[in-house]
C-alpha cells in the first residue's frame, strides 16, 4: 500500500502553467500505475491522465491532450502532471491516485489509494 500526498496546485492566468507533484510513501510505488483526476465544483471526478508503472505508456483525456504531460521518478516515489496552457475549465481539485496493477486504468473505481487532492484556479 502506498500514502499520496498532492502539491503544487494554486492559482494562475489563463495561458499559465503549473506542475503538480505526488509524493508516495511505502516500498511499492514502482508497482503502482498512477493517475491524475480532477473534480470541479459540482461536478462528478473525472479522469486527466494516467502512466503505467515501467513509464512505457501514458493515457490522456482528450481534453488535455498536448497541453498536460505526467511522468514519473520511480527513484523519487513522485508522480508530476506539468499544466501548459491552462484554461479556466481546468479549475478543479486534481487528485493522484495508485493502482497495483500492471496495466493503465482510466476509471477511478480501479484506482485503490488516493491522495488528499490539491486545488488549481485558473483565471482569465
Known amino acids: 500500500q502506498v500514502q499520496l500526498v498532492e502539491s503544487g496546485g494554486g492559482m494562475v492566468q489563463a495561458g499559465g502553467s503549473l506542475r503538480l507533484s505526488c509524493a508516495a510513501s511505502?516500498?511499492?510505488?514502482?508497482?503502482?500505475?498512477m493517475g491524475w483526476f480532477r473534480q470541479a465544483p459540482g461536478k462528478e471526478r473525472v479522469f486527466v491522465a494516467a502512466?503505467?508503472?515501467?513509464?512505457?505508456?501514458?493515457v490522456y483525456a482528450d481534453s488535455v491532450k498536448g497541453r498536460f504531460t505526467i511522468s514519473r521518478d520511480n527513484a523519487k516515489n513522485t508522480v508530476y502532471l506539468q499544466m501548459n496552457s491552462l484554461k479556466p475549465e481546468d479549475t478543479a481539485v486534481y487528485y493522484c491516485?495508485?493502482?497495483?496493477?500492471?496495466?493503465?486504468?482510466?476509471?477511478?473505481?480501479?484506482?485503490?489509494?488516493w491522495g488528499q487532492g490539491t486545488q488549481v484556479t485558473v483565471f482569465s
Open positions: 511505502g516500498r511499492t510505488f514502482s508497482s503502482n500505475a
Open positions: 502512466i503505467s508503472r515501467n513509464l512505457i505508456t501514458k
Open positions: 491516485a495508485a493502482d497495483n496493477s500492471y496495466y493503465v486504468p482510466r476509471t477511478d473505481y480501479e484506482y485503490d489509494t
